[in-house]
């Protein structure tokens, strides 16, 4: 299913994103640079960790991922129910259709206006799209208004967003400003609050992850460097819980 075309606000975005926006080269990416793939890896698993927490035994869950990309993350969901993946890049769903070997739901959609009744879902995830967020006609708010609109009630919405605290997100800052672009949009607890102010919600929990990796400012590592990574940032999270490279919030309805 498509989204329809004759939005005014989509055709903008289907021009900006959909053509640059490569599945090839972002795969690549991350399997080339093993640190983006273990902060990828461990952002997986702690979505995946909050998700099997909140959800009842036997319970087959309604999943929604929105800006599913190639795929990366809904493959890991496929287990736990029915999945529905939604992405503005028609090339990334098609890429994301052969990792999932078309086991889960994809549609093109504006992640702002999301195509589905209200109280749809039992989880909503989304990972690296608000960052990506930074047009003049972008509104990160509307986008998490929107999860949580078609989220059930009682149920997760959980999303990751990048930090201030990494040092290629500084750098790449520091660039868009040199280039005069728009730089990518990180964010600070302090921002998460305001974004999800006025919201009616049971709780939201916002922690750090992946602390050790903000003093990395390459992106490749070996095996063992990695294990060594791992083991650190499991203490690190602990003692410093709103601090890290990504932060991950969950917000139960």
């Known amino acids: 299913m498509t989204t329809n075309h004759t939005n005014p606000r989509l055709k903008r975005l289907l021009k900006r ?12 990416f991350v399997g080339y640079r093993p640190l983006v793939r273990y902060r990828m890896e461990r952002q ?3 979505l995946l960790g909050l998700i099997k927490t909140n959800q009842q035994s036997d319970q087959e869950l309604n999943l929604l991922d929105v ?44 992640a702002e206006n999301l195509p589905f009744e209200n109280n749809t879902f039992d989880v909503v995830t989304c990972s690296y799209l608000l960052e990506n967020l930074n047009g003049p006609e972008d509104n990160p708010k509307k986008v998490i ?6 989220t059930k009630n009682k149920g997760q919405i959980i ?23 728009r730089p990518l949009n ?10 999800t102010k006025g919201m009616d919600f049971q ?35 602990k003692f410093i ?11 139960k309805k």
Do not use: H
């Not at 208004?145 to 078609?150: D, G, I, K, L």
């Open 17 to 28: 994103y959909g053509k640059e926006t490569s599945p090839i080269r972002w795969d690549f």
């Open 44 to 46: 997986i698993k702690k």
């Open 67 to 110: 800006g599913c990309g190639t795929g990366r993350y809904i493959t890991r969901f496929l287990s736990l129910g029915k999945t529905v993946g939604v992405d503005i890049s028609k090339s990334m769903l098609q890429q994301a259709k052969k990792n999932t070997n078309g086991r889960a739901t994809l549609m093109q959609a504006d």
């Open 145 to 150: 208004n929107e999860m949580y609109r078609v």
């Open 159 to 181: 999303f990751t967003v990048e930090t201030w605290y990494l040092m290629p997100n500084v750098i790449s800052y520091v660039m868009s400003f040199l280039k005069r672009k």
């Open 186 to 195: 990180f964010y600070s607890v302090k921002k998460i609050k305001e974004l």
């Open 203 to 237: 709780s939201i929990k916002i922690r750090g992850l992946s602390p050790i990796t903000v003093f990395f400012p390459w992106a490749r590592a070996s095996l063992s460097m990695i294990k060594s990574i791992e083991r650190i940032d499991n203490k690190l999270e």
């Open 241 to 251: 819980p709103f601090f890290g490279a990504q932060l991950i919030v969950e917000i």
